[in-house]
């Protein structure tokens, strides 16, 4: 089992689960998205890896919490489809195969379209531009990032691209499918991605191309510079995944 964390405090500061009433309810509530989030990470990190096992029991000694939101965390997880529980076991890091990447940007294409019709289509509130421009220089850094070839910032980084882009729509249930299908692709993409020595000039680097044609309410353009994410993501992972 890898170190995965050495334990955290509570909102107000404090260490373990005890308490009574509301505060006890919010308390183990953050803990349960702490724990969550970390085990997102380290999973979108290949400290997790697919097939990996462990118990609610091992989680919740690493981080020295009770086992309670550790489980509600694991359910959570597998409500999102990263991890997978096995009877009487615990739990194990989910393993995607090559269909379920393409299954997932599929699902993607179809997310973006609409979010880029409701971009695009609906009017502006003053407030728009100011929120491209924002999202814009989340797309700088993700595509230094991906020029560097450094994964673990620019998986960062494009997860908060996506999420701020998509919260421009105004549709939180839009926003939040998309952020499960990218960090489920992501999952699926690491382990193979994390088998290369040098990953620099190789990832997908248009963030920025994306929200110049949104922000010139290009939907066509937009739909273009998806398209050909698209197809670099799938000859990327599938040639990785073919050898």
């Given at each position: 089992?890898?170190?995965?964390?050495?334990?955290?405090?509570?909102?107000?500061?404090?260490?373990?689960?005890?308490?009574?009433?509301?505060?006890?309810?919010?308390?183990?509530?953050?803990?349960?998205?702490?724990?969550?989030?970390?085990?997102?990470?380290?999973?979108?990190?290949?400290?997790?890896?697919?097939?990996?096992?462990?118990?609610?029991?091992?989680?919740?000694?690493?981080?020295?919490?009770?086992?309670?939101?550790?489980?509600?965390?694991?359910?959570?997880?597998?409500?999102?489809?990263?991890?997978?529980?096995?009877?009487?076991?615990?739990?194990?890091?989910?393993?995607?195969?090559?269909?379920?990447?393409?299954?997932?940007?599929?699902?993607?294409?179809?997310?973006?379209?609409?979010?880029?019709?409701?971009?695009?289509?609906?009017?502006?509130?003053?407030?728009?531009?100011?929120?491209?421009?924002?999202?814009?220089?989340?797309?700088?850094?993700?595509?230094?990032?991906?020029?560097?070839?450094?994964?673990?910032?620019?998986?960062?980084?494009?997860?908060?691209?996506?999420?701020?882009?998509?919260?421009?729509?105004?549709?939180?249930?839009?926003?939040?499918?998309?952020?499960?299908?990218?960090?489920?692709?992501?999952?699926?993409?690491?382990?193979?991605?994390?088998?290369?020595?040098?990953?620099?000039?190789?990832l997908w680097a248009a963030h920025t191309e994306l929200v110049d044609a949104l922000s010139a309410r290009d939907r066509t353009g937009s739909q273009a510079v998806v398209a050909a994410y698209n197809t670099h993501a799938l000859e990327l992972i599938e040639g990785l995944a073919t050898g």
């Amino acid at each position: 089992m890898p170190g995965i964390g050495t334990g955290f405090g509570h909102a107000d500061g404090t260490k373990g689960s005890g308490g009574t009433g509301t505060n006890a309810a919010v308390t183990r509530s953050t803990l349960r998205q702490q724990i969550a989030d970390a085990l997102r990470d380290e999973v979108l990190a290949g400290r997790l890896q697919p097939g990996q096992e462990f118990t609610v029991k091992e989680i919740a000694e690493q981080y020295g919490v009770s086992a309670t939101p550790v489980r509600e965390a694991l359910v959570d997880l597998s409500a999102q489809g990263l991890l997978d529980a096995v009877q009487h076991r615990g739990f194990q890091v989910h393993e995607y195969s090559l269909a379920d990447f393409r299954g997932m940007v599929e699902a993607r294409s179809l997310v973006t379209d609409a979010l880029f019709q409701g971009i695009t289509a609906a009017a502006w509130s003053p407030g728009v531009q100011t929120a491209l421009a924002a999202v814009r220089r989340r797309g700088e850094e993700a595509e230094r990032a991906a020029l560097a070839g450094d994964l673990n910032v620019l998986i960062g980084y494009d997860l908060r691209f996506w999420r701020e882009l998509g919260a421009i729509f105004g549709n939180p249930y839009l926003t939040d499918f998309l952020h499960r299908l990218r960090v489920q692709s992501w999952s699926c993409a690491v382990p193979l991605l994390r088998g290369e020595r040098d990953l620099a000039g190789r990832l997908w680097a248009a963030h920025t191309e994306l929200v110049d044609a949104l922000s010139a309410r290009d939907r066509t353009g937009s739909q273009a510079v998806v398209a050909a994410y698209n197809t670099h993501a799938l000859e990327l992972i599938e040639g990785l995944a073919t050898g």
